[in-house]
C-alpha cells in the first residue's frame, strides 16, 4: 500500500486559448482607436491542466497538456492526461473535477476502473469557483496574456507552453489560486469548504 506521503490530491480542468486576444483596455493617441487584425479569429488551442497537491507536504505543483490545434478534448483524451499524471504522481490520487460529460465518458470509465488508486470527487454543478484550474486560466488568459495577438497557432503554442511551465515553476503562485477558491485543506488533508 502507497505511504501517505506518496498520495496527491488533483484537481483538473480544460480550456481554449484563441488567436482573438481577450481585450482589455489600452493606451492610444486621442481620436485614434488601436486596430487589432487577426487573420484567423476562431483558431484555436485546447489545453488541459491539473494543480496537484501532495497531502504529506502540502506542496503545490501543476501539470498541463496542449492539443494538437483546432482540436476538443474528449473522453479518450482526458483519460490518456488522467493516465500520464498517475505515472507522474505515483501513488493515490484523489481526482476533483466538474461533472463534463467528457470526465463521464466510457474511456474516463474504464481508466478509473482499472486505476482503483484513483478516486473521483466531482465538483458541485455550476461551480467553476471551486476549480483552482479555473483561476490559473484566468491569471494566464486576463494577467499575463491580455491584448496578446500572437500571428500564428505556432507562436500561441509557445506562448502558451511558456506561461504554463512558468506558472507550474511558481508553487506559491499556485498555493494563492488554490486559496482563491475559498477551500481549505484539513488536518486529514482532504479538501474543504473555507
Known sequence: MPRKD??????????GFMLEPLRRRTWAPRGKTPVVEVT????????????????HSGRFGFQFH???????????SVAAFVKILR???RGRITLIWDECRIHWA???????HEYPSIAVEPLPPYAPELNPVDFVWS???????????PLDLSELRKTITAEMTLVAKQPELLQSLFLGT???????????GG
Open 6 to 15: 506518496c498520495s496527491h490530491i488533483v484537481f483538473i480542468d480544460e480550456t
Open 40 to 55: 484567423s479569429p476562431h483558431e484555436r488551442i485546447s489545453v488541459i491542466g491539473a494543480m496537484t497537491i501532495e497531502r
Open 66 to 76: 496542449l492539443l494538437a490545434n483546432n482540436a476538443n478534448f474528449n473522453g479518450r
Open 87 to 89: 505515472q507522474r504522481l
Open 106 to 112: 466510457w474511456p474516463a470509465k474504464k481508466l478509473l
Open 139 to 149: 491569471y494566464v488568459k486576463w494577467s499575463r496574456l491580455a491584448n496578446y495577438c
Open 182 to 192: 475559498g477551500l481549505g485543506l484539513d488536518e486529514n488533508d482532504s479538501v474543504n
